[in-house]
């Protein structure tokens, strides 16, 4: 192989090796988190059931799920299933490996799901952004921000004109309601 030759692939190996070690992701941290932003996610839920749970009108069950996800592995997640007479709701954890979103649960029931995703608080909808890069010319894959993001749960809407919904008692009950074919 002639010198030219050699030198360039020596530079593309040292520039993809550079891109490597500064795109490192903290896997087992970001395992961590979900599982964190899992337990609040709960934590939220059964505050806005806590007076039908104290007065007997539903049951809450916790119950495991396996999850695999690139990079992190396999691991075992928390699911909740509200039981309501013979009915059945079950909020069921996706993962945090998305695309757009850190996390996902889906509250499933037997007229449909909900799906819930952890979002920058700020955002209304999900954001694409298209970015051309030159060969060989370094690029930021992010846009800096001037302040670190908030994560808040929201709901989410069916495609294809995505927008998130706050997350609260209120929105929590519709989303319920709909999906208990109520």
């Known amino acids: 192989m002639d010198k030219k030759k050699e030198k360039k692939i020596d530079e593309f190996f040292a520039r993809m090796s550079s891109k490597e070690e500064t795109q ?3 896997w087992a941290k970001k395992h961590d988190e979900w599982l964190k932003c899992l337990k609040e996610f709960y934590d939220r839920v059964n505050s ?10 539903i049951r ?14 396999e691991y075992e997640v928390s699911t909740v299933t509200i039981h309501i007479g013979n009915s059945q709701i079950r909020l069921e ?36 952004s298209v970015q051309i890069v030159e060969q060989y010319k370094e690029a930021s894959l992010e846009t800096p921000r001037t302040q670190k993001m908030e994560w808040d749960w929201k709901i989410s809407t069916p495609p ?9 008692p209120e929105s929590f009950f519709d989303a319920f309601m709909e999906i208990a074919n109520a």
């Open 93 to 128: 954890p996706i993962g945090t490996n998305l695309i757009g979103a850190k996390g996902r649960v889906d509250m499933v029931g037997p007229s449909g799901k909900v799906k819930f995703v952890l979002v920058d608080k700020e955002a209304s909808a999900p954001r694409v």
């Open 160 to 168: 294809p004109a995505i927008k998130y919904i706050e997350l609260n």
């Open 24 to 26: 490192n992701i903290d």
């Open 60 to 73: 809450i069950a916790s119950g495991r799920k396996r999850i695999s996800e690139d990079y992190i592995g």
């Open 48 to 57: 806005y059931l806590k007076k039908y749970v104290s007065e007997g009108r």
